[in-house]
Nanobody, 114 residues
Framework: QVQLVESGGGLVQPGGSLRLSCAASGSIFSIAAMGWYRQAPGKQRELVASISGGMITNYADSVKGRFTISRDNAKNTVYLQMNSLKPEDTAVYYC????????WGRGTQVTVSS
């Protein structure tokens, strides 16, 4: 069983930055593919960024050049650095283990507003 706990959300002005963290339990983190998803009100959950155990990253077109996903296997933690935030980035952000098993965190709210 894997538990994922997100932190770092909050209220930020447009153009600002936030860093989300996701702490994972269990021994498979270092090989796991991890992802950050988001869900805005009335919209489907979407993949924002992912990172493989081999450090290969992928991003949604809407966040390329603004968001950076990274991981620290010694700390069993994955991060999402979000810069140049826009109001349309407002959503609940979820951490997920994508492979070799699927687990989800409870989410953290990010609100971008002046």
């Amino acid at each position: 069983q894997v538990q994922l706990v997100e932190s770092g959300g909050g209220l930020v002005q447009p153009g600002g930055s936030l860093r989300l963290s996701c702490a994972a339990s269990g021994s498979i983190f270092s090989i796991a593919a991890m992802g950050w998803y988001r869900q805005a009100p009335g919209k489907q959950r979407e993949l924002v960024a992912s990172i493989s155990g081999g450090m290969i990253t992928n991003y949604a077109d809407s966040v390329k050049g603004r968001f950076t996903i990274s991981r620290d296997n010694a700390k069993n933690t994955v991060y999402l650095q979000m810069n140049s935030l826009k109001p349309e980035d407002t959503a609940v952000y979820y951490c997920s283990m994508i492979w070799p098993a699927n687990y989800w965190g409870r989410g953290t709210q990010v609100t971008v507003s002046s």
